[in-house]
T-cell receptor
Framework: QKEVEQNSGPLSVPEGAIASLNCTYS??????FFWYRQYSGKSPELIMF????GDKEDGRFTAQLNKASQYVSLLIRDSQPSDSATYLC?????????FGTGTSLTVIP | DTGVSQNPRHKITKRGQNVTFRCDPI?????LYWYRQTLGQGPEFLTY????????KSRLLSDRFSAERPKGSFSTLEIQRTEQGDSAMYLC?????????????FGPGTRLLVL
């Protein structure tokens, strides 16, 4: 079983819609959770991190964490074509970072 | 630019040659990580340093790979006797360990092509 699982997609949403990206993790001891955006050919860019159960909002992005279900999600409101990228979920159980394979998102104008 | 920097950005080499990559982390960050990423995959952990100490190394890492961070600042990753399977993006990331947690920032990466 992989440490971090993501649906690889591709996920397509129309411009202005809400994009919902999901991630599950296996290590119950994980304490910190991250979402990175990666454009094709570029390195990952940190967009959100969350440490506590519940929601964390930053602009159009909301991260949601449910430690009991070992589940973390990212919502992107008012999706824009510039949001088209691969979104990587990362988890740190304390010793290193584990990444999922990413979900490819396409926002259709 | 105060972000993580990596050099070179691209490297083409012939199989069997040695290559060395450099990473300069964000200056106040005490942790430095190396990852490898291939197409369609997430970053795969290779090794990390806290200051100058190499604290963990992936079990998957061949002994052809070695990394150093001699003064706790920049780091180098060397691959000896390169193989075609080493072709990938090599990513460096740095982070600052705080009581509340650790947040990691990536450099632009070095893309390696082994012919």
């Amino acid at each position: 079983q992989k440490e971090v699982e993501q649906n690889s997609g591709p996920l397509s949403v129309p411009e202005g819609a809400i994009a919902s990206l999901n991630c599950t993790y296996s290590d119950r001891g994980s304490q910190s959770f991250f979402w990175y955006r990666q454009y094709s050919g570029k390195s990952p860019e940190l967009i959100m991190f969350i440490y506590s159960n519940g929601d964390k909002e930053d602009g159009r992005f909301t991260a949601q964490l449910n430690k009991a279900s070992q589940y973390v999600s990212l919502l992107i409101r008012d999706s824009q074509p510039s949001d088209s990228a691969t979104y990587l979920c990362a988890v740190n159980p304390g010793n290193q970072f584990y990444f999922g394979t990413g979900t490819s998102l396409t926002v259709i104008p | 630019d105060t972000g993580v920097s990596q050099n070179p950005r691209h490297k083409i080499t012939k199989r069997g040659q040695n290559v060395t990559f450099r990473c300069d982390p964000i200056s106040e960050h005490n942790r430095l990580y190396w990852y490898r990423q291939t197409l369609g995959q997430g970053p795969e952990f290779l090794t990390y340093f806290q200051n100058e100490a190499q604290l963990e190394k992936s079990r998957l890492l061949s002994d052809r790979f070695s990394a150093e961070r001699p003064k706790g600042s920049f780091s180098t990753l060397e691959i000896q006797r390169t193989e075609q399977g080493d072709s990938a993006m090599y990513l460096c990331a740095s982070s600052l360990e705080l009581a509340m947690g650790e947040t990691q920032y990536f450099g632009p990466g070095t893309r390696l092509l082994v012919l």
